[in-house]
Nanobody
Framework: QVQLVESGGGLVQAGGSLRLSCAAS????????MGWFRQAPGKEREFVAA????????YYADSVKCRFTFSRDNAKNTVYLQMNSLNPVDTAVYYCAAVVAGGSWLGEYDSEYDYWGPGTQVTVSS
């Protein structure tokens, strides 16, 4: 089992950047594929990005491609989401998620993940 805690959210102006972190407990972090999802007020939770266990493979939602970068440091049990060129539509609670998966497996549906953090709020002002 793994516990996840996100950090790094906050208020930023349009065009700005934020880096989210998600720290995981446990000794087998490298066994997990990870994902970022977000949920805006009144909307369904949506996929943002995914990364495989090694960090060698990533996948992004079209809405964030070329603006967001998902990376991981298995030695620190942490994943990162670098968010650039933020705009108000990126305002949401951001969640990281984990599932045991090897190889190049990536998940883009929230039902594919077993563990979730409590979320961190990102607000982008215009």
């Amino acid at each position: 089992q793994v516990q996840l805690v996100e950090s790094g959210g906050g208020l930023v102006q349009a065009g700005g950047s934020l880096r989210l972190s998600c720290a995981a407990s446990g000794r087998t972090f490298s066994s997990y594929a990870m994902g970022w999802f977000r949920q805006a007020p009144g909307k369904e939770r949506e996929f943002v990005a995914a990364i495989n266990w090694s960090g060698g493979t990533t996948y992004y939602a079209d809405s964030v491609k070329c603006r967001f970068t998902f990376s991981r440091d298995n030695a620190k049990n942490t994943v990162y989401l670098q968010m650039n060129s933020l705009n108000p539509v990126d305002t949401a609670v951001y969640y990281c998620a984990a599932v045991v998966a090897g190889g190049s497996w990536l998940g883009e549906y929230d039902s594919e993940y077993d563990y979730w953090g409590p979320g961190t709020q990102v607000t982008v002002s215009s």
